[in-house]
């Protein structure tokens, strides 16, 4: 008997386009649609191209090309966070109306020579939220720890966590942890899955949960694939982008990254028979319980994804 869809869970898989797919985005891409498809619910792309000083909108169909070519589609129309700002400012008109958002005019100099995190300066100033002028939330957040699917209990102890963050930028451009929860509560997500170099963002983002009222959602941190400590793979340091050509040989690699052993996966020479199998075999604690991941070149496995410069 065919198993009903599991309307309680919607995962995600929300990429900027700042770059080309690389292995970690690959893995997480991949990690995210095993354990919707395994819980037998839905799977969404969307693009967060947010911050548009560093997204390059051409690169928005190859990033959901490739991830077609390695059998990873969008079970919604996908959605483009640059195409929701009026949905983003109403939220920001809300929490205006609710005094919890305040105008700031610091400059970083000026919030540096006051104390090592924003103090709260302008929350009583009333300023006028103009041009030059950012947006922060009058934070009062509680939430410190979470139990993280993989990783267990987490404490987060980070500035971001307590401090007057920015919601809205000088150039009015949203920032990533409002946006984020804005599209999370409004697509229904339930469960998110993603790289652990977000990890420290989560209590803040439980937080902006509960100022919408919006219920808690499950997380799952996947362990950064680095070349070596601190050395994370990344747009910004020239990972190799994944080349869809080769989406079989892609999946086999980001799946022995995730747990699976090469014996279980070598004899499979289709995509789809090798995801149904992925779906079926998929156990989240099979993922290193790890907030790095180092993965070298000299592994057959792994060389593909890691170009020369980076790899010496
Ligand atoms: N857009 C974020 C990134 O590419 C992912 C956001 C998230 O998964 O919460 O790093």
Redesign the pocket.
Known sequence: MAIPPNTEYKGRF???PSGLLHFGSLVCAVASYLDAKANHGKWLIRI?DIDTQRCRPELHSVIIDSLASHGLLSDEVILTQSLELDRYENALEQLSKRNLIYACDCSRKQIKSRSPHYDGYCSARNLSFTQGRALRLNNKNTYEHFVDRILGPCYIENSMNIEDIILKRTDHCFAYNLV?VLDDIYQGISH?V??AD?LETTTLQMYLHRIFDAPLLQYAHIPVASTKPGFKLSKQNHAKEIDPKKALNNLVSALIYLGFSHEQLKAFEKIETLLCFAIDQWRINLVAKEREFIISGANDVYSDFISESLAN
Do not use: N, T
């Open positions: 929300a990429p900027s967060e984020v998110v993603r790289g977000l």
